[in-house]
Every structure is written in C-alpha cells, then in structure tokens.
C-alpha cells in the first residue's frame, strides 16, 4: 500500500492521541516518494547563555499535535499540495560541536541530493551552518532570510569561533550565502558595541529593524519586501519574537515583533524557489504553557505555506 502522506485523522484518533510526530504526518526514510521533509536538529552545545533548545524538536512534535493544514489567509490547503513527512532527528554528538556539524552537513546533503527541501527545527542557532554548507554544496550561494534580534555576526567567544552567536558571520565569509542578497529580520538593541553593525554594512545586507518596522503602518513596510528569486533559505530564530510572545529560548530581548507582525510578513515574502528553512533557538525548559511552541508551530506552518507556493527546488 502506497503511503498517504496526510496529517493522522483527528476523527478517528483524537489530537492528544497517537505518536508524536510532526503535524501528525507519517514518518519515513529520507529515500521514499515525498516532496518536503520536516526534521529535529537536537543541539544546543553552541549556545552562550540560556541552554535547552536540544529539547524543541520534543515540544514542536507535541504541540503541532493541533496544527491544522489549511492556510486561510492564502486559501491553500498544504498538505494536499505537497508530500510532507517526519524524517527524525538529525545525529548529533552533544559533547561536539565540530562532529556535530559533520552530521548535520551529511543529513541535510542526504534530503537535498535526494530531491527534497526541508523544514528543520533546531537546535541552537550555531545548528544553521553546516545546513547552509550543504545547501552550498548543491545550489551555490543562496538566498538568505534571516530573522533575528540578534545580528549573529559576532567574534569569536571564549577563543571558540563557532556558536550560535557566530553562524551568520561564517555564512557570510564561507561565500555560502549571497550577501547582497541577504536580509536580516526583527533586529535590535542593545548591542555590545556600536561597530557591531559593521560587518553588516561592509557586507550590504539588509537589515530590517523592529524600528523601520514599526516606524509607519505595518502594510508600509510590507511592501517594501524585496522579491527573492533564485535558491533562497529562511532562518527563523525565534528570539526574533517579543519575550512575551516567546519567552521559551536562550537569549531573549524585549522590544520584538508580535506573532501576528511575523505572520504579515510571512505572507508578503515573494520566493520563487524555497529550498529550505529552519526554525531555531525555542529553549522548551524556559518556555511557559507552550506559548513559545505554538509559536513555532505557527512559524512552522507558515514556512511549509511559503514552500508549497514556491516551485520544487
Ligand atoms: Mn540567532
Ligand atoms: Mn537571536
């Protein structure tokens, strides 16, 4: 019998019943006929503050027990769209961080080789890297949305360059990433010092402040959006988010986007091929009555919307 690929039915087994997977969609391996893998990336060994996040792929399986497939505002149903399954958690070696992006680099290089884009749900941020040392690998430079407060852009910490703190930097000086066609998300003070924004501006990335965002009408700043064409990436840290609308992660800041202003600017993003995205930094030990969990369960959701309009990679 071939597989369906469809969340569980509700009807005939309750939402708060059966195996935890993501949307309640079937597990599979990597090599059978789908078109869109969700996957955990279960590492948090990157991280400078707040730990926990090795523990979001648990709670988003868990709480996207009530995510429904239906995305209202763009009338589109996204799993009669595509094929989506839960593939598992990426290896990882919680005690390495350099083993750890080995096997993330291999997992990911397995789904795209294969065909297929991909949602992952990390992991610190540090977790994005080797995913875009993959996509590299078979793309080239991509496209690459970044939501953030955080620039993550910064030196080396303690001696170690690698953490979460450092991903986007690497992408930048990896030649991963198209920075010219790189856009940053949500971010804001305080920062360590005022020539933290040089990287970015020698670089030219665009960066889109919770100021430039909120300094007219929302719909203003909608259209500024630039239209991304090409293989593009979305990372999703969800920090980016007010600590009231995601208290659950590692390095919160006050002063951030509302989920709603997140799901505008969602539903404005123009990709023509969206090959992959992440949501990352959802620390569940930190998180109250699952409000950040639902927020990337909804991030999640809007992500596999922005997948099903955009052509197969
Ligand atoms: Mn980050
Ligand atoms: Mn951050």
Redesign the pocket.
């Known amino acids: 019998m071939s597989k369906e690929f469809k969340p569980l039915s509700g009807r005939e087994f309750p939402r708060f019943s059966g195996i935890k997977t993501f949307f309640r969609l079937p597990i599979a391996d990597v090599n059978e006929e789908f078109d869109v893998a969700i996957l955990g990336i279960p590492f948090d060994g990157g991280v400078s503050y707040r730990p926990g996040a090795r523990f979001a792929p648990t709670l988003v399986r868990e709480v996207s027990s009530l995510g429904r497939g239906f995305n209202m505002a763009r009338a589109l149903s996204i799993f009669d769209k595509m094929k989506v399954a839960d593939i598992g958690d990426c290896p990882t070696n919680p005690l390495d961080l350099a083993q750890t992006y080995e096997k993330i680099e291999k997992f990911i290089s397995s789904i795209v080789n294969s065909g297929k884009r991909f949602v992952s749900v990390g992991g610190d941020?540090s977790t994005t890297l080797p995913v875009l040392r993959a996509l590299e690998k078979k793309y080239g430079k991509v496209n690459f949305i970044h939501f953030?407060?955080?620039l993550?852009t910064y030196p080396a910490a303690w001696g170690m360059e690698f953490h979460h703190g450092a991903f986007a930097r690497h992408a930048v000086e990896e030649g991963l990433v198209n920075s010219g066609k790189m856009m940053q998300i949500g971010i804001r003070g305080p920062l360590a010092g005022g020539d933290d924004l040089d990287f970015v501006k020698k670089h030219n990335v665009h960066v889109a402040t919770v100021d430039d965002i909120r300094k007219g009408h929302l719909q203003d700043f909608l259209k500024t959006l630039p239209e991304f064409k090409g293989p593009t990436y979305i990372s999703f840290?969800i920090?980016?988010l007010d600590p009231a609308f995601a208290p659950g992660t590692g390095?919160p800041v006050p002063g951030g986007l509302t989920t709603y202003e997140v799901q505008q600017i969602f539903r404005s993003l123009k990709i023509e091929n969206l090959v992959g995205a992440d949501i990352v930094?959802v620390s569940p030990p930190y998180d109250q009555s699952q409000i950040t969990g639902m927020a990337a369960v909804d991030t999640l959701f809007e992500l596999l919307s922005l997948m099903a309009l955009s052509k197969k990679g």
């Open positions: 941020h953030d407060a955080h993550d840290d920090d980016c390095t930094e």
